[in-house]
């Protein structure tokens, strides 16, 4: 990948998980982290959290976000990252997919999951932008997570955007 592309990482974590693997890719290919948080907070507690997250995927909710990219134009390449919430992405993500113009963008998924695999999250990641080059995703355990780096750096180098170190 050209050293000269602008690379934005954008993720929605509710346990942290899915921001450590953003982490890694930073590290692995620089770039700016956008964290996507929205207005209202999900509850802390897991089962609680599972009611309210079920209702608004269910209803196609679109939460407001908190937080803006200032020139997301300027980006090249969007890593996306969500844990898969009953087989989809979260709602926050699904809001910054819909926010923004990412016709004729790179997008790259990044899923994390408690067991239920990739599921839909990446098909429909590529239904709310059909106009953008989604290419192939990355999905981990969110227990797999912290051992994670190397498979990173060998998804990266799968999909050419990490050429040579």
């Known amino acids: 990948m050209e050293n000269s592309s602008k690379i934005l990482i954008a993720y929605y974590s509710w346990s942290g998980n899915t921001q450590e693997v953003a982490n890694y890719i930073q590290r692995v290919m620089g770039g700016d982290l956008f964290s996507i948080e929205p207005v209202e907070k999900y509850p802390r507690d ?39 919430w009953y087989s989809t992405i979260a709602p926050p993500v699904a809001t910054f997919l819909t926010k923004y113009n990412l016709n004729e963008k790179t997008v790259v998924p990044f899923i994390t999951h ?11 990641i590529k239904k709310m932008i059909p106009d953008a080059t989604v290419l192939e995703g990355f999905v981990i ?19 050419q955007l990490l050429i040579d170190e």
């Open 46 to 84: 897991y089962q609680d959290c599972l009611k309210v997250s079920k209702v608004q995927i269910k209803d196609g909710f679109k939460p407001p976000l908190t937080n803006e990219v200032d020139d997301i134009g300027q980006c090249d390449v969007i890593f996306v990252g969500s844990p898969n």
């Open 114 to 124: 408690a067991g239920g695999g990739v599921s839909d999250c990446i098909t429909d």
């Open 141 to 159: 355990s969110g227990s797999r997570v912290g051992s994670a780096e190397e498979k990173i750096r060998t998804w990266l180098r799968t999909i």
